[in-house]
């Protein structure tokens, strides 16, 4: 390496000028050795050096940070209700989702699904879940669905499910207020 130093500085140099002693030679010779030193890769394939890590550093920063999961909890009412005063309520709270009928004229309200809620664990924009009827709950309430299950589905800030009461079945959409 350090022949091969010396040589391209001589044929740079046009093969020992006169007035350059061996003094110089040896020190420009020790300049080249530190610079072909630095730039050598040897050191970043032992994995000591800076290679490659500014743009990792740089990936890492403009990644944005994990988004947290979609968040169904709160109360949602229905937006597709024909009265204006009678709509259909949910709350969502943990691990369940209850569901009434509401009469703002009247100023009542009547339990219709009391179920399981399984939280999203990811950031989706869609999101079904199967709720499994409280039975507990919705045997003694008289205007309570008696279907062992119900499926609810989000999209696009919509929560839907089907409800059938005296025969005629309708899809349930609600806003989350």
């Not at 709509?87 to 009928?101: K, P, S």
């Not at 839907?160 to 899809?171: F, Q």
């Amino acid at each position: 390496m350090i022949s091969g130093s010396i040589v391209r500085l001589s044929i740079l140099l046009g093969r020992y000028p006169s007035y350059m002693n061996k003094t110089r030679l040896a020190s420009v010779a020790v300049l080249l050795l530190l610079l072909t030193g630095c730039a050598s890769p040897a050191a970043d394939e032992a994995g000591t050096g800076n290679s490659g890590s500014t743009t990792e550093q740089e990936a890492e920063e403009t990644q944005a940070p994990p988004a947290e999961p979609l968040d169904l909890a709160g109360e949602w009412k229905q937006t597709n209700s024909k009265s204006t005063d009678a709509y259909q309520a949910a709350i969502i709270t943990g691990d369940e989702i209850v569901v009434n009928w509401v009469n703002d004229t009247e100023d009542t309200t009547a339990l219709y699904w009391a179920g399981t809620y399984v939280a999203p664990t990811e950031d989706v924009d869609t999101y079904t879940w199967n709720s499994a009827n409280d039975t507990a709950r919705t045997e003694s309430a008289i205007l309570a669905s008696s279907d062992p299950t119900k499926t609810f589905t989000y999209e696009g800030g919509v929560l839907k499910y089907e409800l059938t009461a005296m025969g005629v079945t309708m899809t349930v959409e609600m806003a989350q207020q």
